[in-house]
């Protein structure tokens, strides 16, 4: 599959040590130095949304009394964080970047409009989309299919810490099945935990295919962005 702009997903906890909560330095650097090496091998122009997982998740405040509205707005400061982690270990690699916030923050991010986003990205720059939606009520996953579709990429790859989508979580179930490909109504029928449901739906109504992989495994992030499929397929 050619592919010309890409948009890439990872949860805040890739940022940091197994167990681990913040930014951990030197796996953000190894991280940078994987997504400059499949950038140059593919040629592709690539977004990155990161989730803000490693420093905390607005609905297990919610669970403990906080009230949503609250929680998710401060689970989106958590993205900008992230965001400005790895524009910094990009910057070492020597890449151009950028990082565009849904949340105004001008000292240290743009605001998100399509259009730019898009000249960045056709200059050669990898852009950071920060801040999620800017709106409470939707997930990192939401934000990765929505600003996907705002800046007409081809595809959306979902990098997790499992291979791809099972039909049970493979960590505690290790008879559950891998599945290569999906549709998006096998997706939403079977309840298969991979993106919120929001998500899977707007990539179904336009059309927009989502591949899930390993992205911890060496390598993988240049083998997915260079058309290999080594994980799961959603289309």
């Given at each position: 599959?050619?592919?010309?702009?890409?948009?890439?997903?990872?949860?805040?906890?890739?940022?940091?040590?197994?167990?681990?909560?913040g930014?951990?330095?030197?796996?953000?650097?190894?991280?940078?130095?994987?997504?400059?090496?499949?950038?140059?091998?593919?040629?592709?122009?690539?977004?990155?949304?990161?989730?803000?997982?490693?420093?905390?998740?607005?609905?297990?405040?919610?669970?403990?009394?906080?009230?949503?509205?609250?929680?998710?707005?401060?689970?989106?400061?958590?993205?900008?964080?992230?965001?400005?982690?790895?524009?910094?270990?990009?910057?070492?690699?020597?890449?151009?970047?950028?990082?565009?916030?849904?949340?105004?923050?001008?000292?240290i991010?743009?605001?998100?409009?399509?259009?730019?986003c898009?000249?960045?990205?056709e200059?050669?720059?990898?852009?950071?989309?920060?801040?999620?939606?800017?709106?409470?009520?939707?997930?990192?996953?939401?934000?990765?299919?929505?600003?996907?579709?705002?800046?007409?990429?081809?595809?959306?790859?979902?990098?997790?810490?499992?291979?791809?989508?099972?039909?049970?979580?493979?960590?505690?179930?290790?008879?559950?099945?891998?599945?290569?490909?999906?549709?998006?109504?096998?997706?939403?029928?079977?309840?298969?935990?991979?993106?919120?449901?929001?998500?899977?739906?707007?990539?179904?109504?336009?059309?927009?295919?989502?591949?899930?992989?390993?992205?911890?495994?060496?390598?993988?992030?240049?083998?997915?962005l260079?058309?290999e499929q080594?994980g799961?397929?959603?289309?």
């Open positions: 599959m050619a592919r010309r702009r890409v948009l890439l997903k990872v949860s805040g906890e890739a940022l940091c040590a197994a167990g681990g909560s930014v951990d330095a030197e796996i953000v650097l190894d991280f940078a130095a994987q997504i400059e090496r499949a950038r140059k091998a593919s040629g592709v122009e690539l977004a990155i949304v990161s989730g803000g997982g490693n420093f905390l998740r607005g609905r297990s405040l919610v669970e403990q009394g906080m009230d949503r509205t609250t929680g998710d707005s401060m689970g989106m400061l958590a993205t900008i964080m992230n965001s400005l982690a790895l524009r910094s270990a990009l910057e070492r690699q020597g890449v151009e970047v950028r990082v565009l916030s849904a949340i105004p923050c001008g000292a991010a743009e605001p998100f409009v399509s259009w730019q898009i000249r960045h990205l200059a050669g720059r990898v852009v950071l989309l920060a801040g999620g939606t800017g709106h409470p009520f939707f997930t990192t996953d939401t934000t990765a299919a929505l600003r996907a579709l705002e800046i007409q990429a081809d595809v959306v790859f979902k990098g997790t810490k499992v291979r791809g989508i099972y039909s049970a979580d493979p960590v505690s179930d290790p008879n559950a099945d891998f599945f290569e490909n999906l549709t998006f109504r096998d997706v939403l029928e079977r309840r298969l935990r991979v993106m919120d449901s929001t998500a899977i739906s707007l990539c179904m109504d336009n059309e927009l295919p989502i591949q899930v992989f390993n992205v911890t495994e060496p390598g993988n992030i240049e083998r997915a260079c058309g080594n799961t397929l959603v289309a």
